[in-house]
């Protein structure tokens, strides 16, 4: 047993051995005024200034090792497992290969199962197969027979990496990423959660780039009980939030129209002292001027004016209907005359546009979306305010024409 391992240690220490980098041997990863700044102020106004992008690899760092901390007996891993598969098991049992359109099977393709026996006895013969063949594998994987044998190959080489050649450390991220790749791609999203988990006895390093890549199959598929299960597995395995994961999370809620999980999130990242990207207060803003929430858009505008300097036309324009909301027409003018001076010569076009949207669009939106008993008082509110706003506009110097007789016909229509 030792000369085999022994061998088994020259082999893979040279590169060349497989005409590809290592799995085990790769090297490590490595100014307002007068009026406007009254209104600032009312606003929570400019404050003092402020995704993680993913660096190309080359193929050579795919397989650094990664810490594994103290997890170190398979016993214990083994338990541990089967405890937090029967509770996985509950929370994603909704999943199933027939989420991504890829025909349900009991039987593995004839690649993978190929290429499981080849590194399955590689193992036996206590030689580390080449990395070509695991490579091959993860992108063969078609269905979730072929997800479960990769599942079990990786817990077979994490055991012959440690038990034979000594190395107490995950695979490299960027082949975990490609893991949960093949997970999304298949449909098997309860394997691809158990990529996310802290503790695993595939040799899986969880990242957040993987939680990304998931939550971005699961706004494509407009899941959001998926992404609730995500972000549980998140918070379960202390990932920490990065300000890219909010921009997910509430673009998926704004599309399913599920205002109180957004909100339920925002919180959490909040709470998590995640620095908020300007796309994701655009989506919060918009957001809660759709549902008439003026005070989360004065509380959401706060906080935004602590990290982005200037207002985009989304968060401008949600100040202003926050404006008409809390029945200020003056307000919501001068906060668009504001925007507009403010905002790059090549956007100041499309202040026009949302204008007609406000007109057209948000007085009915917004109208449907109150209490029975509260929709006939918004509706004379908004013909009224909407106009005198318009007139303010004019009167400031700003004219922009729009055709008001779209209101009366879209306010009735709510």
């Not at 000369?3 to 040279?14: H, K």
């Not at 009312?42 to 103290?70: D, E, I, K, M, T």
């Not at 992404?227 to 599309?255: H, K, W």
């Not at 003026?294 to 207002?311: A, C």
Request: aromatic share 8%; glycine share 6%; hydrophobic share 40%.
């Amino acid at each position: 047993m030792q000369a085999a391992a022994a061998r088994a240690r020259r082999v893979l220490s040279s590169p060349a051995a497989s005409g590809l980098p290592g799995i085990l041997w790769g090297p490590s990863l490595g100014s307002a005024s007068g009026a406007e700044g009254a209104l600032l102020l009312h606003l929570h106004g400019v404050p003092s200034p402020a995704s993680s992008p993913h660096h190309a690899r080359g193929f050579s760092s795919y397989f650094a090792p990664q810490s594994l901390g103290n997890f170190k007996l398979p016993a214990t891993a083994s338990q541990w497992l089967s405890e937090k598969s029967v509770h996985y098991q509950m929370t994603t049992s909704h999943f199933s290969t027939e989420a991504s359109g890829v025909e349900a099977t009991d039987h593995p393709t004839e690649a993978v199962e190929e290429m499981y026996q080849k590194m399955l006895k590689s193992v036996e013969a206590e030689t580390m197969p080449p990395n070509a063949w695991l490579w091959s594998m993860i992108s063969s994987c078609s269905n979730k027979e072929d997800i479960k044998l990769l599942f079990q190959i990786l817990q077979k080489l994490r055991v012959f990496r440690l038990s034979n050649l000594r190395i107490n450390a995950n695979f490299n991220d960027h082949l975990c990423m490609k893991v949960t790749e093949a997970c999304a791609r298949v449909g098997t999203l309860d394997y691809g959660l158990k990529a996310l988990w802290k503790h695993n006895v595939y040799g899986i390093t969880p990242t957040i780039g993987s939680a990304h890549y998931l939550l971005q199959h699961a706004k494509t598929l407009n899941d959001t009980k998926l992404m609730e299960n995500i972000m549980q597995v998140l918070r379960r395995n202390s990932l920490p939030l990065q300000p890219g994961t909010a921009d997910i999370v509430f673009s998926i809620c704004y599309n399913a129209d599920r205002w109180d999980l957004l909100s339920k999130h925002a919180d959490r990242f909040v709470k998590a002292g995640v620095k908020l990207h300007r796309t994701a207060f655009d989506i919060w803003m918009e957001f809660a001027a759709k549902v008439g929430d003026s005070q989360s858009i004065w509380n959401i505008n706060s906080l935004r004016g602590k990290s982005v300097k200037h207002y985009t036309l989304a968060t401008g324009f949600a100040c202003a209907k926050g404006s008409l909301l809390d029945r200020k027409p003056e307000n919501a003018a001068a906060m668009i005359k504001l925007l507009y001076k403010h905002l790059p010569d090549q956007k100041k076009p499309f202040v026009k546009d949302e204008l007609e949207k406000l007109i057209a669009e948000w007085p009915a939106e917004v109208i449907k979306r109150q209490k029975k008993d509260d929709r006939k008082a918004m509706e004379e509110a908004l013909v009224k305010d909407i106009p005198t706003m318009i007139d303010c506009l004019t009167k400031s110097g700003l004219d922009i024409p729009v055709d008001l007789e779209k209101l009366t016909p879209q306010v009735q229509a709510a």
